[in-house]
């Protein structure tokens, strides 16, 4: 299995700045892909990360509010940009290898005042 | 759209007992199945996953089973121990058509009473 770890576990923000937020894979992986979770409640897939291509956005996720990276096959960033309170959550990151099995980060929990 | 969806939102059941949660989907098309453990402040955990070609799957003291006709699929958890309180989330995708992110039901919470 793959090992993801996230980087800031956690934050808390003004409204109207950007944070950015990093997923690292120790083994290079095929797919990985960013989810929001807010509280209580189950994930949304916000975007599969492609490598060297843009982002793949689902519905109701733009890449002016939440550009994605994802340079090479082991890491990739989600910026939540222009932030307000009601994008207060928790932002997960994983990723797939060869297999199907899909293995989570651990999560940044951001609040935003 | 497609979703994911649970029957009960809490389960609780006494430690040593056996549970069964629970997971109903819509997508015809979904080939594959994952189980996850949520605890407080973490990540999801994998458990256990199942391809639609199979109607089970046993791994260590879980069994997952896979009822394609009724699009249910359901995790079964023997002896639970109070370490398996946790959030319990199904997912599935339909890699088949290149679809490869998940798609989640909202959650099961199983409460273990010592």
């Known amino acids: 299995s793959a090992v993801i770890s996230q980087k800031p576990s956690r934050d808390i923000c003004q409204r109207g700045t950007s944070l950015t937020i990093q997923c690292q894979v120790d083994?290079?992986?095929?797919?990985m892909f960013w989810y929001r979770q807010q509280p209580g409640q189950s994930l949304t897939l916000i975007a599969t990360?492609?490598?060297?291509?843009?982002?793949?956005?689902e519905s109701g996720f733009v890449i002016d509010k939440f550009p994605i990276s994802r340079p090479n096959l082991t890491f990739s960033t989600l910026t939540v940009s222009n932030m307000s309170p009601e994008d207060s959550s928790i932002y997960l990151c994983?990723?797939?290898?060869?297999?199907?099995?899909?293995?989570f980060g651990p999560g940044t929990r951001l609040t935003v005042t | 759209g497609e979703s994911v969806g649970l029957h009960l939102p809490t389960l609780s059941v006494q430690e040593g007992d056996n549970s069964i949660i629970n997971c109903a989907y819509s997508?015809?098309?979904?080939?594959?199945f994952i189980w996850y453990k949520q605890e407080s402040g973490k990540g999801p955990q994998f458990i256990i996953d199942i391809r639609s070609n199979m109607d089970k799957r046993q791994g260590q003291r879980v069994t997952v089973l896979l009822n394609k006709t009724v699009k249910h699929l359901s995790l079964q958890i023997a002896a639970t121990q109070p370490g398996d309180s946790a959030v319990y989330f199904c997912?599935?995708?339909?890699?088949?058509?290149?679809?490869?992110?998940?798609?989640f039901g909202s959650g099961t919470r199983l409460q273990v009473q010592p």
């Open positions: 990360a492609n490598q060297g291509s843009e982002a793949t956005y």
């Open positions: 083994s290079q992986v095929t797919m």
């Open positions: 994983s990723a797939s290898g060869q297999g199907l099995e899909q293995y």
């Open positions: 997508n015809s098309a979904s080939d594959y």
């Open positions: 997912a599935e995708n339909a890699h088949l058509t290149g679809r490869r992110a998940l798609t």
